[in-house]
């Protein structure tokens, strides 16, 4: 059974920090890219980061590139997402998904976790 398990999500003020982990199991992980989406109340789900699985290059919106840090760790079948100097605009619900390749579209990405809420006061 594929699973994605996300955690790491909280009530931050801004300026603060979280680090969400995102656990898989069920395929290969390291065949798979890693990415982070984000979906606001009444907004849509936009990609925030991802990781690529053969040269582990990073990709980021720019509304988080110099706050936000992906990672993963092949041998914990794990990836990470470091953000900091978190701004209320960054509250929303994030999931991880598995693509096969680097995509920034959602229809790209096979399998999706449930989420992790975070909010960020101000």
């Known amino acids: 059974e594929v699973q994605l398990v996300e955690s790491g999500g909280g009530l931050v003020q801004a300026g603060e920090s979280l680090r969400l982990s995102c656990a898989v199991s069920g395929f290969t ?3 798979y890219c890693i990415g982070w ?3 606001a109340p009444g907004k849509e789900r936009e990609g925030v ?3 690529s699985n053969n040269d582990g290059k990073k990709h980021y919106a720019d509304s988080v590139k110099g706050r936000f840090t992906i990672s993963r760790d092949n041998a914990k079948n794990t990836t990470y997402l470091q ?3 978190l701004k209320p605009e960054d509250t ?3 999931h991880c998904a598995a693509s096969p390749e680097v995509a920034w579209a959602t229809g790209e990405y096979n399998y999706w976790g449930q989420g992790t809420q975070v909010t960020v006061s101000s």
Do not use: E, G, P, W
């Open 83 to 85: 953000m900091n100097s």
């Open 29 to 31: 992980f390291r065949d």
């Open 37 to 39: 989406f984000r979906q």
């Open 49 to 51: 980061s991802c990781i």
């Open 92 to 94: 929303a619900v994030y």
